[in-house]
């Protein structure tokens, strides 16, 4: 059972900032071990895959996306099960819906548990325009 639930969308203006949250609870994975991670993925219909856009070890190890690299911030309260993203500098093609994914292991596609299983959460709006 792995349940991740997500927080923080919103509409901003360009060159606005955003944090989103993710909370983890379940029995599936141990989160001592787990690591967390953010994905997006553009309005459907308009050809965009999910996309990496950062994730993180339990021991701190982060992976960012090209293009969001200097501009977006991940972290991780272990104590708490969370992980959050804050983005500043928002642009619109930053515009998508976020989703939490946790694991054993992350890739560029998502985070997987032990039979590679991928666990997302429902994913919340980021809609950046003026």
């Known amino acids: 059972q792995v349940q991740l639930v997500e927080s923080g969308g919103d509409l901003v203006q360009p060159g606005g900032s955003l944090r989103l949250s993710c909370a983890y609870s379940g029995s599936t994975l141990n989160p001592k071990t787990m690591a967390m991670g953010w994905y997006r993925q553009a309005r459907q219909g308009a050809g965009k895959e999910r996309e990496l856009?950062?994730?993180?070890?339990?021991?701190?190890?982060?992976e960012y996306g090209d293009s969001v690299k200097g501009r977006l911030g991940i972290s991780r309260d272990n104590a708490k099960n969370t992980v959050s993203l804050q983005m500043n500098s928002l642009k619109p093609e930053d515009t998508a819906v976020y989703y939490c994914s946790a694991g054993y292991y992350c890739t560029g596609y998502g985070c997987y548990g032990a039979n590679r299983e991928a666990y997302w959460g429902q994913g919340t709006q980021v809609t950046v325009s003026s």
């Open positions: 856009v950062a994730t993180m070890t339990v021991s701190g190890t982060t």
